[in-house]
């Protein structure tokens, strides 16, 4: 395992985001093993529009960010919130956020003692910072189709895509997080091809089977909700989840009841429906027992918005990882899983597939679902990463002395 290294890792989310996210799971597990990492929360892609009802909820969310600024966690990662101006279609705005970046992570890498930093981008937005910071390696870890996003905030997608394009030529290692991006970028040049990896999400497998291998006690908020429960846990935000799916269900299964678990900006319309139940945010420790409590866990994602088409969705493999039964929209990502868990064709076909598994679910399938993801594990993406790594460094060294 990579041990002594310095790291800097560029999330595309916050530390604090209850359900954990890739970078979290992946940098623990560096700094676990002896290297020293600074994880800077999302630097964002600049603030919704002014008319968004997103805006307030996002900007007061990310001020609870910045008033922690630094943080060191039991884990030993450096978790900072660094001052930004959330613009980046401006040119003046970049060039200033530059500087401050630059300023402000120079004193932490001082403070804390990194040297020549192996930076782990994942937002286009850090393309800032590259060169800036004596980086003996540049790491992208691409994990969304991120012109396409024009949902939460305001910068122009060419700004956006001139970014992505020129992390893309600088990175020594590219990682691409779902199967349709890479499949995409790689297709289209052999030079990216070449230096680029496939690191799909994994999996805490041991916390999320714990849903299904012991008994809990129902969450208060869940009393008195009837069964059949279909469960969901992750963002909830308006663009992503398929709100008239939900109505056109709820309106042919009023029995069916719909919980959802996870973040969101601005209350949903659907949370009007008399089965609909939106608990908050809870922390990820929890999560297994608000699982064992589901029926069958669903993620009715839209299919009409092409940027979450590109999405991989770490809760299907948490999902499966509790032996319950899933069913899902549309994904590509977990095309090749068709059989595993249940792909919905529409909307009454969803209600169909939701049906078979609460009528014809088994002991075989919950087993199965449970060995597709059991070594998904992010301790196995850890150590590919590390491999990784070291081989990098191993050719940078090599050509050095050459």
């Avoid at 676990?32 to 969310?61: E, Q, T, Y």
Wanted: proline share 4%.
């Amino acid at each position: 395992m990579l041990k002594g290294e310095s790291i800097i890792c560029f999330a595309g989310e916050d530390w604090w985001y209850h359900h954990q996210h890739s970078k979290n799971h992946i940098m623990r597990r560096l700094a676990r093993a002896g290297n020293r990492v600074i994880f800077v929360n999302s630097i964002s892609m600049g603030l919704p529009s002014l008319g968004s009802s997103d805006l307030w909820a996002k900007l007061k969310r990310k001020l609870k960010s910045y008033a922690k600024f630094v943080r060191k966690t039991e884990d030993g990662v450096i978790v900072v919130s660094p001052l930004t101006i959330p613009f980046y279609s401006n040119a003046l705005a970049r060039a200033i956020n530059r500087m401050l970046l630059t300023v402000q992570l120079k004193l932490l890498m001082i403070a804390f003692g990194l040297d020549r930093p192996i930076l782990w981008i994942a937002i286009p937005t850090a393309f800032q910072v590259v060169g800036k910071l004596g980086e003996r390696a540049l790491i992208y870890h691409i994990s969304d189709k991120y012109d396409l996003n024009q949902m939460d905030h305001a910068t122009s997608a060419t700004v956006i895509s001139e970014m992505h394009q020129a992390l893309l030529a600088q990175a020594d290692l590219i990682y691409f997080s779902g199967r349709k991006l890479f499949n995409e970028e790689t297709s289209t040049s052999s030079e990216i091809a070449l230096k680029s990896r496939l690191l799909e999400h994994g999996v805490d497998f041991d916390h999320f089977a714990r849903a299904t291998s012991r008994e809990w006690e129902e969450p208060a908020e869940l009393g008195n909700v009837p069964h059949p429960r279909l469960g969901y846990f992750g963002a909830v935000e308006s663009w992503l989840i398929d709100q008239s799916l939900i109505r056109y269900v709820s309106e042919r299964r009023p029995q069916w009841q719909w919980v959802f678990v996870g973040l969101r900006a601005a209350p949903l319309e659907i949370e009007r429906l008399p089965n609909v139940y939106y608990l908050g945010s809870k922390p990820y420790s929890d999560m297994p027992r608000y699982a064992s409590q589901f029926d069958v866990c669903v993620l009715p994602w839209t299919a009409d918005n092409k940027w979450v088409q590109y999405g991989s969705a770490i809760k299907v493999r948490e999902y499966l990882a509790t032996g319950k039964p899933v069913v899902i929209t549309p994904l590509y990502e977990y095309e090749h899983l068709d059989g595993i868990l249940r792909i919905s064709r529409g909307y009454d076909d969803f209600i169909a597939k939701v049906e078979d598994a609460l009528e014809r679910d088994t002991k075989a399938a919950r087993t199965a679902r449970q060995e597709t993801v059991r070594e998904l594990t992010w301790d196995s993406r850890a150590s590919m990463v590390s491999e990784d790594i070291e081989e990098l460094l191993k050719k940078s060294s090599a050509h050095t002395k050459d």
